[in-house]
C-alpha cells in the first residue's frame, strides 16, 4: 500500500485544520467556537450503519477522519447506554485523524469516513478515495457533506472546501470503484445537517453484472 501523497495545498489545509483544535474557529454568523471537531459524526446515521455492518460481519474498522470520535465513550446509543464498539458489535477500532495526531491507519474490514471529504482540497479528493478503498477490506462507508460549513477556516475560506453536488460524489467514487471489485461501498451525501441522499450499497462487481444485464434486454 502506497503512501497517500497530498498536494501542497492539502498539506497547508492540514495545518488550518490543526490550528483549529488547537485554538477553536469562527462561524460563519461571527460566534467564536473553541471546541473544533468535537461531535460523533457517525451518531446520527448509527442505526443505518449498523445494518450495513452488522450483514456483513465486520469486527475491525478504521474511521478514517474521526474528528471528535471517542469509541469507547458511554452513550453513543442513548436508549441503552452503550459506546460506538459495543453499539456495532466490533473487536478492534483505530482512528485516523491527522489533526488530532490520531495515525493509527491500519487496513480493516470496514473503513468508515464521515464528514471528512469535502475537507479535501479538490485536486486530492481522488487520492483519498482510492486510499479510503485500500485500507478496506470488505466495506466502506462515505458521508460526505454536500453544503457550506458553519466553520471558517483561519484563513477566512468556509471549512468544507470542496463543495460538490451528490451525484459529482457518486461519480468520483464510482470512478475508483472499479479497482476494488471486492469491496462493497455505501455513500451518504448530505445536503444539509438534518437532510442527506443515501445511494444503495454496491459493489462494482454488481455494477458490472447488472449494467451487463440491462445491455443484453436492450
Known sequence: ?????????????????????????????????????SDFELRKFRNLCKEKISNSKIKTILDYGGGGS??????????TGENAKTFFDVKEVNTFEP????????????????DVLEHIFIADVPNVIDELFSLSK????????????????PNGENAHITVRHPLWWKGSIDTIASNFPNVSYA???????????????????EQIKHQSFIALEK
Request: aromatic share 8%.
Open 99 to 114: 489533526a488530532r495526531n490520531l495515525m493509527e491507519k491500519k487496513q480493516s474490514d470496514c473503513v468508515i469516513c464521515m
Open 138 to 153: 470488505n466495506l466502506l462507508i462515505i458521508n460526505v457533506a454536500c453544503y457550506k460549513a458553519a466553520a471558517m477556516l
Open 1 to 37: 500500500m502506497s503512501k497517500l501523497k497530498l498536494s501542497k495545498q492539502g498539506k497547508e489545509l492540514i495545518k488550518l485544520y490543526e490550528k483549529m483544535v488547537k485554538e477553536g474557529y469562527s462561524r460563519r454568523d461571527g460566534v467564536e467556537v473553541k471546541k473544533a471537531f
Open 70 to 79: 471517542n469509541w469507547e465513550e458511554p452513550n453513543f446509543e442513548p436508549s
Open 187 to 205: 455513500l451518504i451525501a448530505s445536503t444539509s445537517y438534518s437532510n442527506a441522499t443515501i445511494f444503495p450499497e454496491i459493489s462494482h462487481l
